[in-house]
C-alpha cells in the first residue's frame, strides 16, 4: 500500500496525526540519510510542581482534550502569562 507523500511541514502536532495513521516502511522511497542531526532542542531548565489529584486529572483532559502531553499544556500556560507580564 503506498501512503502518497510525507507532508513538508514544520508542525509537530500535523506530523504525529499523519504517523499515527501512517507506516514508515510504505515511505522508504522518499527518505534521506541525514549525516547530523536536524533538530536539537533548546538547552532549558525543568522543574517540577506539585497537584492534587483533582487537578492533575483536569490537566490530563484538557491536555487530551488538545492533543498535547501535559508538559507542553502547562509550558504554553506559564509562556502565555510570561507575555502578559
Known amino acids: 500500500m503506498t501512503g502518497g507523500r510525507i507532508p513538508e511541514t514544520d508542525s509537530i502536532e500535523e506530523l504525529a ?3 499515527d495513521t501512517h507506516d514508515l516502511t510504505d515511505f522508504e522511497d522518499q527518505l534521506e540519510e541525514v549525516p547530523e542531526p536536524v533538530f536539537q532542542g533548546e538547552p532549558g531548565a525543568k522543574i517540577s510542581i506539585r497537584l492534587n489529584a483533582r487537578e ?3 490537566l490530563r ?4 482534550e488538545r492533543g498535547l ?3 507542553v499544556l502547562i509550558r504554553e500556560w506559564v509562556l502565555e502569562r ?3 507580564s
Request: aromatic share 12%.
Open 82 to 84: 510570561l507575555q502578559k
Open 17 to 19: 496525526k499523519f504517523w
Open 69 to 71: 502531553e501535559e508538559a
Open 61 to 64: 483532559r484538557l491536555a487530551i
Open 56 to 58: 492533575l486529572e483536569s
